[in-house]
């Protein structure tokens, strides 16, 4: 059976979209930027899941990231569903972070993602089936969060520009866009948002959505 594979699987959305797979009985890849991350998230889908493979990769290290995607796909086969969670989440007003600050966040928040679909999107749109989904935020850009806003901006350029290029070769491209905290027994309760993930993934294609908000 085709399965999944989660980047930024740590506590909160990415556990629980990990979670929400295996239960469906999808294998799944877990990766994280720590060994600790990685193995408590395997842990956890274990829990509820037929199989899971964990690996350790830092989503800003191209080489590092598509060797774990590698590494995943020759354990449990060419993914049908990967989900992009990665992001670097901190507030910063206009002007108070450095330039390499701010670079460093886009290229969590928006190259890793960018990275993993040039990985993963030719192999789907060859097979004719897949889908690739990234997790939004910000649906206001806000001023006390500045590398975020511009980020998650980013992001809904990105899942656009991608819908484009491989849409009509069958890969469904989408976002996910949270628009608050997320914290466990609160309106943006990661099992949740998780939903919305399995929903896009098994959307029939003339019914495809490119982004869903969950406003709480």
Same mark, same amino acid.
């Given at each position: 059976?085709? $399965?999944?594979?989660? %980047?930024?699987?740590?506590?909160? %959305?990415? !556990?629980?979209?990990?979670? /929400?797979?295996?239960?469906?009985?999808?294998?799944? $890849?877990? %990766?994280?930027?720590?060994?600790? &991350?990685?193995?408590?998230?395997?842990?956890?889908?274990?829990?509820?899941?037929?199989?899971?493979?964990?690996?350790?990769?830092?989503?800003?290290?191209?080489?590092?990231?598509?060797?774990?995607?590698?590494?995943? #796909?020759? *354990?449990?086969?060419?993914?049908?569903?990967?989900?992009?969670?990665?992001?670097?989440?901190?507030?910063?007003?206009? $002007?108070?972070?450095?330039?390499?600050?701010?670079?460093?966040?886009?290229?969590?928040?928006?190259? $890793?993602?960018?990275?993993?679909?040039?990985?993963?999107?030719?192999?789907?749109?060859? /097979?004719?089936?897949?889908?690739?989904?990234?997790?939004?935020?910000?649906? *206001?850009? *806000?001023?006390?969060?500045?590398?975020?806003?511009l980020g998650k901006a980013g992001v809904r350029t990105l899942v656009a520009l991608l819908d !484009?290029?491989?849409?009509?070769?069958?890969?469904?491209? #989408?976002?996910?866009?949270?628009?608050?905290?997320?914290?466990?027994? &609160?309106?943006?309760?990661?099992?949740?948002?998780?939903?919305?993930?399995?929903?896009?993934?098994? !959307?029939?294609?003339?019914?495809?959505? /490119? *982004? %869903?908000?969950?406003?709480?």
């Amino acid at each position: 059976m085709p $399965g999944a594979v989660v %980047i930024g699987a740590g506590p909160g %959305i990415g !556990q629980a979209v990990a979670r /929400r797979f295996a239960r469906a009985g999808l294998p799944v $890849g877990v %990766i994280a930027r720590t060994r600790a &991350t990685a193995q408590a998230a395997a842990e956890a889908v274990a829990q509820v899941g037929p199989r899971v493979v964990a690996r350790a990769a830092d989503s800003t290290d191209e080489t590092a990231l598509r060797a774990a995607l590698d590494a995943i #796909a020759e *354990e449990l086969g060419p993914p049908d569903v990967v989900v992009y969670n990665a992001a670097l989440i901190r507030p910063d007003a206009p $002007g108070e972070l450095s330039a390499q600050a701010q670079l460093d966040a886009w290229a969590v928040n928006v190259v $890793g993602a960018l990275t993993a679909a040039a990985h993963v999107a030719p192999a789907m749109a060859s /097979r004719g089936r897949g889908t690739f989904l990234i997790t939004g935020g910000m649906p *206001e850009p *806000e001023r006390e969060y500045v590398s975020l806003s511009l980020g998650k901006a980013g992001v809904r350029t990105l899942v656009a520009l991608l819908d !484009q290029q491989y849409g009509p070769l069958g890969v469904h491209v #989408a976002t996910v866009t949270v628009a608050g905290p997320v914290a466990p027994g &609160t309106a943006f309760d990661p099992q949740d948002i998780a939903e919305h993930y399995w929903r896009l993934h098994t !959307q029939p294609r003339h019914d495809w959505e /490119r *982004e %869903i908000v969950h406003g709480g």
